[in-house]
């Protein structure tokens, strides 16, 4: 019988799945183009993305699920992932897996037959897989599986059309089960009868996740069964005591057994094609010694070069020294000028603080270059693979501050917004991680737009530079070490799929970036806007000046000049704000070269910009992120003060 479930739209659904980095995100661009939605999953913080395909002109909603690697959860995305298989009611469940680790993924495919839910496997990466003399015998497993197998190297477009195909003939699951030890089949079958609810999984799976402890969906097991869950309760409890062993890893490696019996035959091995350069350099990039190196080198090009001196030097020259200061800007103050009578409305738009003069000229013309140049540089780095290399990297270092190699995606986005980076912390593993990451994200990682305007002027400046760079660094370790100190939890555990090092595909990087920047035009570039009204709010009655003399002690205590105080204003608005009004100050001509690299140092340090305290508290709650916002405000100004005085007594060759 078909499990055709169609949507009041007349969509069918299909559900991607599968461990990160095995090609989930590839496959679906593929199905669903740049039409994606990202949307929080309801009652969470775990992103889900969801597109419209047409597949042999039937319409489908698609789904990609975060990264599992069971149906029993650990993590929250897990969990999310879990739920939305067994409640989305999908017409097809794709598990995507890495070929090259076909034997270690294949016991999730089985939990998912066994589960009931309509499974298509698609068996990615297989051209790396042959490249390293893997033969897989594609028919022969479907035939083994009971269900559809697509042998695919989605990156380079194979396997696509037959997976779609797949899909639109697909006539619903096999029900095939496995056959586990005596023993274990015995036990099974005990709780399975024991039940009398209706269930979304099949019998014999959920007994397999109540006898591993599964605390969800032992919960609704109980609010299905009532009166009748303490039968199935006692049974369980007289299964582990007879037992008297760890039943979690007992069935483990019976999946385990029955994937290496599965693969007999099917998987074959050979000499491989030898050591390419992606393998080399692969080799690299994980090595301490070549690693370390091959880092610095991608910072300095990509960060320093491109983001650095292209994107905050040579575009925001020609954007902002140009296009505005030449042409826009006094074309629209003219325009102003002409038609707008009421001083108050002048002063709105085109004024010192105008909607258009600040709010768009420091969107467009000064932040808009460096962002992009960021988004483009860190999509083509994701496409190639060398995320989840750098994340191996460095974990040992991480895990000196508290967090696994995991936390090195976020902390690396940080340097592109703080904000998007601060609601990807959801994806690190403990809560102590998370709150050790959103710290550091709030007070040591400047985002791509103001480490671009930043890097531009400390450039002009022998050894600001260097003094700007030690100081951000040495705060960041020092916080990361205490954090891990005092901070209470659980510790992380770190693993991490790593996907072949590849050139990166054109089309990839185009949608990753388009999307990102996408994502700046209507959640941030609406925040410069509301930024500007507010400051030509204050101006206007005269809440800005007040707000700027309550300031004016702290500014004297770093050595700033009074009107540094509307910079750090700025700052708390958008970082990258902030930034722009300490470009116009030196400019100017108002600052040295002491209080510009002090200036510098304290509003990179500085509180996080609004949106990225919404994120937090969004992500964090109030409580946490009222206290990282006091602590991160006191450290900066601190730190800023005791900056001044040193620079004031060396120099340093400033």
């Known amino acids: 019988m078909s499990n055709v479930v169609e949507s009041e739209a007349g969509q069918r659904k299909v559900v991607l799945v599968g461990n990160p980095n095995v090609g989930k995100s590839v496959l679906f661009n593929a199905l669903t183009g740049s039409y994606s939605v ?43 992932g879990r739920t939305i298989l067994l409640t989305e009611a999908a017409e097809v469940v794709v598990h995507v897996l890495d070929a090259r680790n076909i034997e270690r993924m294949l016991p999730m495919t089985l939990q998912l037959i066994e589960a009931g839910l309509p499974v298509i496997l698609a068996v990615n990466i297989l051209d790396e897989a042959e490249r390293l003399g893997m033969t897989i015998d594609i028919p022969l497993l479907s035939k083994r599986l009971g269900i559809p197998v697509v042998g695919a190297a989605f ?148 960060l320093y070069v491109f983001v650095g001196q292209f994107g905050a030097g040579t575009m925001v020259d020609f954007f902002e020294g140009y296009l505005f200061e030449e042409w826009i800007n006094p074309f629209v103050i003219h325009l102003g000028n002409d038609y707008l ?100 994200l709030a007070l040591a990682i400047p985002c791509s737009a ?50 072949p090092l590849r050139m990166p595909q054109l089309r990839n990087v185009l949608v990753k970036t388009l999307s990102r920047m996408h994502w700046y035009f209507f959640e941030i570039f609406p925040l410069f806007i509301i930024a500007s009204v507010l400051l030509w709010a204050g101006k206007m009655t005269g809440g800005l000046k007040a707000l700027v003399s309550l300031m004016e002690p702290t500014m004297h205590m770093l050595g700033l000049p009074n009107e540094a105080a509307a910079v750090f204003v700025f700052g708390f608005f958008r970082r990258d704000f902030g930034a722009a009004g300490l470009y116009d100050m030196q400019t100017s001509g108002m600052l040295s070269p002491i209080q510009l690299t002090v200036a510098a140092v304290t509003l990179t340090l500085f509180v996080p910009c609004v949106a990225q305290f919404l994120m937090m508290k969004k992500e964090r709650g109030w409580s946490v992120s009222l206290s990282i916002f006091v602590f991160v405000t006191l450290t900066a100004f601190g730190v800023g003060a005791l900056l001044n005085k040193l620079l004031i007594v060396t120099g340093f060759g400033l």
């Open 38 to 80: 990202v949307s929080n999953y309801p009652g969470t913080s775990v992103e889900v993305l969801r597109g419209d395909a047409t597949i042999a002109g039937q319409s489908y909603k698609v789904l990609d699920t975060p990264g599992m690697y069971s149906l029993l959860p650990i993590t929250e995305e897990e969990r999310v």
């Open 155 to 302: 990156a380079r477009k194979r396997g696509y059309d037959e997976l779609c195909a797949a899909i639109a003939g697909y006539t619903g699951p096999a029900g095939r089960a496995f056959a586990y030890a005596a023993d274990l089949e015995q036990d099974m079958a005990r709780i399975a009868a024991s039940m009398r609810g209706s269930y979304s999984l099949d019998r014999r799976a959920l007994a397999l996740l109540l006898l591993q402890k599964d605390e969800e969906l032992t919960a609704q097991v109980a609010t299905a069964e009532g009166a009748g869950f303490t039968a199935i309760e006692t049974a369980l409890r007289e299964v582990i005591f007879d037992r008297r062993s760890d039943l979690h890893l007992t069935i483990s490696m019976e999946r385990r057994r029955l994937c290496r019996s599965l693969l007999d035959g099917v998987v074959v091995q050979s000499a491989g094609q030898g050591t390419s350069i992606a393998d080399r350099l692969s080799d690299f990039s994980l090595n301490l010694w070549t690693g370390i190196p091959l880092l610095l080198l991608i910072l300095y090009f990509v």
């Open 341 to 440: 009578p009421w001083h108050w409305l002048r002063e709105l738009i085109v004024g010192e603080y105008g909607v258009f003069t600040l709010g768009v000229r420091y969107a467009v013309a000064l932040i808009m270059p460096i962002v992009g140049t960021f988004f483009l540089a860190f999509s083509v780095l994701e496409d190639s693979g060398y995320f989840p290399r750098l994340a191996l990297l460095v974990d040992r270092v991480f895990k000196r501050f508290g967090m696994s190699g995991r936390a090195v995606i976020p902390i690396v986005l940080g340097l592109g917004c703080d904000t998007m980076a601060t609601m990807v912390t959801r994806t690190l593993e403990t809560v102590r991680e998370r709150i050790i990451a959103t710290i550091l």
């Open 450 to 499: 103001q480490l671009g305007v930043i890097m531009g002027l400390l450039s002009e400046v022998p050894g600001a530079l260097a003094v700007w760079t030690g100081v951000i660094v040495l705060i960041f370790i020092v916080i990361g070490l205490l954090s891990a100190r005092l901070m209470p939890g659980e510790k992380p555990v770190f693993y991490m799929e790593v996907p």
